[in-house]
């Protein structure tokens, strides 16, 4: 390969990084043409973008990127595919998804909400980080409950306060 092409496919794959906040690499080699295919799909389906590349140009790649992705270099050996998603954890809930029925993939390493997550041991860890959709979610029941309290208590107050008034208004 010509060294204009590899800087075709590192400038492509700088500007595939950049679109997409987190990456996840992992190992899919000695997954069978059609378990390769079964994954592909499962990944289009979740937005999530799946690209076998070769280790030294990714490594060049995210070189080229503003964030420090030097702890997960140390992952970047043997048979690679780097998977790129809007969602922190969707790739980690499809790679688990995906190995109920296969070996593979085998999660090597991810960049999720600029931190570092080596090794497959960090899969379960991957799976429970919620999105910013979710957090914000869990935020507004979390303000909405004090909320309907303190309406519920204030409606209630009118009834009780109607009904003392109308009790001394009998009385008199």
Known sequence: MKREEKQVIIDNLTEQIKAH?????SDISELDAAATQELRRACFKAGIKLIQVKNTLLRVALDGLEADYNEIYSALTGSS???????GNAPAKLIKEFRKNHDKPVLKAAFVEECAYVGENQLDALVSIKSKEELLGDIVLLLQSPMQKLISALESGKNTIGGVLKTLEDRA
Not at 21 to 25: A, L, R
Not at 81 to 87: K, P, Q, Y
């Open 21 to 25: 906040k987190h990456i996840y690499i």
């Open 81 to 87: 595919a780097v998977m790129l998603s809007e969602t």
